[in-house]
Structure formats: structure tokens, C-alpha cells
């Protein structure tokens, strides 16, 4: 690189110390902290995503609910979708494959809010964990996955 320099430095009549200032220039690079401080500093304000659970009655019996909602500019998206996968405990027969996937591949994002319904029945009303895997978009800018674990009374249906 150096010799190329030197050689575009001849061939245009810079001086020596022309050249030499543009190889010193050209070798330094930024430190690392730098980079890591510019990186996503365009990104917008993320309004956030809310993820609540709770127990309804549906036509079959209970059912627990999954809501995911967008605020602001971000959006759910469809495909790869939403991903609940209740923890196994004793006491709770979950009546739909497991885990309980919601995906569209025919539609970019989901229309807000995204339900999510899981028919179960329980012996008891001790709580259920879930973990609710998402994935998200920053319209126009940056793509993400989020998660969330949620803890829910089942009531004892």
C-alpha cells in the first residue's frame, strides 16, 4: 500500500511529505469504544412492546390468553411469529400442540394486538410460567427478537 502511494504521490507531483501524511492517515483506524458508540446511533425511539397473559373462559373451557402488543413505530411480525411455551408442571394438560405457535407467512406484520390462545385444564389454581417469544420490527429501520416469561393464575378450572 505504502509503494502505491509513493507511486501516485510521483506520478501527480505531490511532495514526499504529502505522501507521507496520507499513509500515517491512512493506517490509523478508530478505536474500538468509537465504533461501538456510533453503531445503531441512528436508531428511532423504540415505543416498546407489552406482552400480558390472563385465563378466559372459551368454548371449550379455559383458556389462557397471550396478548403482544406494538406501541409507536414497532411492529410484530408474521413469520417467524409468536412462540408460547408454557413450563411443564403437575396439574395442568394443555389441550393444543406445545409449543403454541401463531404465524402468517402471508402477512408481513400482525394487526395489534396478537392473541394467542392456549385451552388447558388444571387441577389446582397454581400459577403457570410461559415463556412468549416475539419478533419485531423499528419500521423502516432494524429487526429484533424479544422475549418474555410470564407467571399466571390459572384459577383452577
Not at 501524511?21 to 456510533?38: K, S
Not at 389462557?64 to 409468536?82: F, H, N, Q, T, Y
Not at 400482525?110 to 410460567?129: C, H, K, Y
Amino acid at each position: 500500500m505504502r509503494a502505491l502511494i509513493w507511486v501516485t504521490a510521483a506520478v501527480f507531483g505531490l511532495g514526499v511529505g504529502a505522501a507521507r501524511a496520507e499513509t500515517v492517515g491512512a493506517g490509523a483506524a478508530p478505536p474500538l469504544d468509537r465504533l461501538i458508540e456510533r453503531f445503531n446511533a441512528g436508531a428511532p425511539v423504540q415505543h416498546g412492546v407489552t406482552v400480558e397473559g390472563w385465563v378466559e373462559d372459551g368454548p371449550a373451557g379455559a383458556e389462557l390468553v397471550v396478548r403482544i402488543e406494538s406501541r409507536g413505530e414497532v411492529k410484530l411480525i408474521a413469520d417467524p411469529g409468536i412462540t408460547v411455551t408454557p413450563t411443564a408442571r403437575p396439574g395442568i394438560v394443555w389441550l393444543t400442540e406445545l409449543p403454541h405457535r401463531r404465524v402468517d407467512p402471508a402477512l408481513e406484520y400482525f394487526t395489534p394486538p396478537a392473541l394467542l390462545r392456549l385451552p388447558f385444564t388444571a387441577s389446582d389454581a397454581g400459577p403457570v410460567e410461559l415463556l412468549v417469544e416475539y419478533a419485531y420490527c423499528v419500521v423502516d429501520f432494524q429487526c429484533f427478537f424479544g422475549e418474555e416469561t410470564l407467571t399466571v393464575a390459572t384459577g383452577g378450572s
